[in-house]
């Protein structure tokens, strides 16, 4: 079992910066692939984010390349999502996600359906 936790969600202006944080319960941590994830009112859920179990690996979406970074802490089982240069279009609630299949290292997920466990998530607002 993996239980996630996130925070530092807030409003923020356009322009502005946030990071948000998903801490890890479980002693596995650094075996998963980690993703972001965020849904906006009245949309799909939607790929940001992902890294590998080493950080070595990471994907993005189209829409966040250049202004979005994920990293991780494996010492301090967290995985983070910086987001720069904010726009009202990244409004939504971010969740983070583990995918524990281990077995392909390389591999990281775009498909919400993959992964395994999922934190609650925290509401990011962008004003125009």
């Known amino acids: 079992q993996v239980q996630l936790v996130e925070s530092g969600g807030g409003l923020v202006q356009a322009g502005g910066s946030l990071r948000l944080s998903c801490a890890a319960s479980a002693r596995t941590f650094s075996l998963y692939a980690m993703g972001w994830f965020r849904q906006a009112p009245g949309k799909e859920r939607e790929f940001v984010a992902a890294?590998?179990?080493?950080?070595?690996?990471?994907n993005y979406a189209d829409s966040v390349k250049g202004r979005f970074t994920i990293s991780r802490d494996n010492a301090k089982n967290t995985v983070y999502l910086q987001m720069n240069s904010l726009r009202p279009e990244d409004t939504a609630v971010y969740s983070c996600a583990a995918y524990t299949d281990y077995r392909d290292s390389y591999y990281l997920p775009v498909s919400h359906r993959e992964y395994d466990y999922w934190g609650q998530g925290t509401q990011v607002a962008v004003s125009s």
């Open positions: 890294i590998s179990w080493s950080g070595g690996i990471t």
